[in-house]
């Protein structure tokens, strides 16, 4: 099956995405997710200068040398622009492979693993009373894992909060929002939000929170401690893992489970992690941490060392990448949780999905492939809207880590 022709859609229903769509000369495509949030078009000029010229005319189903020619043969390895390229064409292949099968995609991985694939969403709110109402609606639709995230009172701008009742959308303005930080007054208030939380619902909800790498080891050690008695399922990003060896110094304070990796593009991003157990739960994604073929070497990495994953699986990861997400979920063996945020009625236009939630879990379907296809015609009614993600500063100024 050649190659024959290679698109790169972006639109921006709602928000931006990009995706690849791969055609080949038997009339079967495949689509990839490529979209990486506040540098779309860093990756559309990498796909379109470098990668599609060298695709076309080759073996469709030729995807573990396809990889290897895009990653070895670029010389310069890794990287988030490099990898969500990447990522794309190996996912798009993927599709078209488990078409030409006549399978979804979990089949082709090695069937599934479980009847449904637990999935958290995201509860929001300006203050602790809001955030529990929220968490209060989740559970009433089903869900049996919620991230619960609040304002801090005194704090403009904290990491996850909507604005108005509209669902959390980080990247919303053309140049970077500036938003403020306090340590301090983030540890004062977190402990008191998810003791509201198991007063008000008991022990079974699982409860998750993401810190979104604003502490240091030693204070995310402290943060893990003091939110031991309300048994979160984790805490995410609680510092950053540039350095892998910081996670040492969080494990050795706490057992609050850890999640990290949302913004990993590699496997070298998470080897000393997952091979010093460090953390619990593996967060990177399909999307910009090269495809199915890598992710499924960090999973069997991480299987090793009783670490699960926990894909990211926010609203700027399209429909593309959250149906081919389900489907490795529903396969994988040691499966953790998968994140979902629901896109936009206008984004689920542009992209009709097999894909299904119901009471907590979600299926991928039984579509041939990934199970989503893309509305190009629609797709060509949302023009490109340049927006990037907010920084955060400390009180005094200090530019810190969003
Ligand atoms: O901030 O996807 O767990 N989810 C997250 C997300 C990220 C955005 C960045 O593009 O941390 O909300
Ligand atoms: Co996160």
């Given amino acids: 099956m050649i190659i024959k022709n290679i698109k790169v859609i972006v639109t921006s229903p709602g928000r931006n995405f990009v995706t690849l769509k791969i055609e080949t000369d038997q009339g079967i495509y495949g689509l990839g997710d490529a979209t990486l949030n506040g540098r779309e078009l860093s990756v559309v000029s990498y796909l379109e200068d470098h990668v599609i010229p060298v695709l076309i005319g080759r073996d469709a189903h030729r995807i573990q040398d396809i990889w290897a020619s895009l990653y070895k043969g670029a010389y310069w390895r890794r990287g988030p622009v490099t990898m969500s390229a990447i990522s794309a064409v190996d996912v798009a292949l993927w599709d078209i492979k488990a078409k030409a099968a006549n399978m979804p995609l979990y089949q082709l991985l090695g069937g599934a693993s479980r009847d449904g694939v637990l999935v958290y969403g995201h509860a929001n709110g300006a203050n602790i009373a809001e955030t529990v109402a ?178 990211h699986g926010a609203t700027d990861l399209s429909p593309v990448c959250m149906g081919t997400a389900l489907n490795f979920d529903l396969w994988v063996p040691n499966f953790g949780i998968q994140e979902y945020m629901k896109h936009s009625a206008a984004t689920d236009e542009v992209f009709p999905h097999s894909y299904t939630f119901k009471d907590g879990y979600m299926h991928p379907g039984e579509t041939p492939g990934h199970g989503v296809d893309i509305d190009e015609e629609l797709a060509a009614k949302y023009p490109y809207e340049p927006k990037q993600l907010p920084i955060a500063r400390l009180t005094d100024g200090t530019l810190w880590n969003w």
């Avoid at 540890?187 to 008991?202: C, D, Q, S, V």
């Avoid at 810190?211 to 990003?237: C, I, Q, S």
């Avoid at 080897?271 to 941490?289: C, F, K, P, S």
């Fill in 134 to 311: 929220a968490v209060g609606s989740y559970i009433d639709q089903g869900y049996k894992a919620v991230r619960a995230q609040s304002g801090i009172p005194g704090v403009k701008g904290s990491y996850g909060v909507g604005k108005g009742t509209d669902h959390y959308e980080p990247a919303d303005s053309t140049l970077p929002e500036e938003t403020v930080w306090s340590t301090t007054a983030y540890l004062n208030f977190i402990p008191e939000l998810f003791e509201t939380l198991r007063k008000t619902y008991g022990n079974e909800i699982e409860l998750l929170h993401d810190v979104h790498h604003r502490l240091t080891p030693n204070e995310a050690g402290a943060l893990g401690k003091a939110l031991e008695p309300y048994r979160l399922f984790w805490m995410e990003d609680c510092t950053p893992a540039e350095n892998q060896d910081a996670f040492r110094l969080v494990r050795e304070k706490t057992v609050t489970p850890l999640a990290v990796g949302e913004v990993f593009n590699s496997i070298h991003d998470c080897r000393r992690l997952i091979e010093n157990q460090w953390i619990d739960y593996i967060r990177a994604t399909l999307v910009h941490a090269g495809g199915v073929t890598h992710l499924r070497q960090i999973a069997s990495l991480a299987e090793l060392y009783q670490v699960r994953t926990g894909f």
